[in-house]
């Protein structure tokens, strides 16, 4: 099967956060790497990352550019701003 360019980028967002989120650093290091890793790759745009065990977010972003996941106790808010087009 022939994979589309929305799974080829999601994979690779998902392999950042992981490669980042077993960096050992602390929650805002994490998100730092994150966004630089995704802001500096060829799925363009600009990008944001929140990383920790509690938060709360209200956003805008680009369709089909948003992970949510959860990793030992750490939560990973990913995502392309909307402007960003």
């Given at each position: 099967k022939?994979?589309?360019a929305y799974e080829i980028h999601r994979r690779l967002e998902f392999r950042r956060v992981l490669d980042s989120l077993w960096s050992?650093?602390?929650?805002?290091?994490?998100?730092?790497?994150?966004?630089?890793?995704?802001d500096a790759s060829e799925v363009g745009g600009t990008w944001h990352c929140v990383?920790?065990?509690?938060?709360?977010?209200?956003?805008?972003f680009?369709?089909?550019?948003?992970?949510?996941?959860?990793a030992d106790e750490k939560?990973?808010?990913?995502?392309?701003?909307?402007?960003?087009?």
């Amino acid at each position: 099967k022939q994979k589309t360019a929305y799974e080829i980028h999601r994979r690779l967002e998902f392999r950042r956060v992981l490669d980042s989120l077993w960096s050992g650093k602390v929650e805002k290091d994490i998100a730092t790497l994150v966004k630089r890793a995704m802001d500096a790759s060829e799925v363009g745009g600009t990008w944001h990352c929140v990383v920790g065990q509690d938060f709360g977010a209200s956003l805008c972003f680009d369709n089909k550019h948003l992970m949510f996941l959860k990793a030992d106790e750490k939560h990973v808010l990913l995502f392309r701003s909307y402007d960003s087009l």
